[in-house]
């Protein structure tokens, strides 16, 4: 039985930092995909950093150079660093993840199964 949950979220200022973690349970780490996904009030959810079991990171165009995930394996954790926080980065983040021994992963909601309740970003 996989479960992903979230923790770090809160509110910070524009140009703030926050680190979102998700601990995870259920599956090992080769064979999957991992991400953090936002979803605004009024909004579709939306891909904001993935990475695969081999460690290849994505992101989308709107968080690079800010955002960095990570995997801390020996703790069964999946970090989200944020920096240089923005007004558009306010939501809710979903940690996130599905089975596949894809090198790259996917950075679309529907592509993943397994979700977390999420944990709010207030930036402002």
């Known amino acids: 039985h996989v479960q992903l949950v979230e923790s770090g979220g809160g509110s910070v200022q524009a140009g703030g930092s926050l680190r979102l973690s998700c601990a995870f349970s259920?599956?090992?780490?080769?064979?999957?995909?991992m991400g953090w996904f936002r979803q605004a009030p009024g909004k579709e959810r939306e891909g904001v950093a993935v990475?695969?079991?081999?460690?290849?990171?994505g992101y989308a165009d709107s968080v690079k150079g800010r955002f960095t995930i990570s995997q801390e394996k020996a703790r069964s954790m999946l970090i989200l660093e944020m920096n240089s926080l923005k007004l558009e980065d306010t939501g809710m983040y979903y940690c996130s993840a599905r089975r596949t021994y894809a090198a790259t992963c996917p950075r679309n909601p529907a592509d993943f199964t397994y979700w977390g309740q999420g944990t709010q970003v207030t930036v402002s």
């Open positions: 990475i695969a079991g081999s460690g290849s990171p």
């Open positions: 259920g599956y090992t780490y080769s064979g999957h995909c």
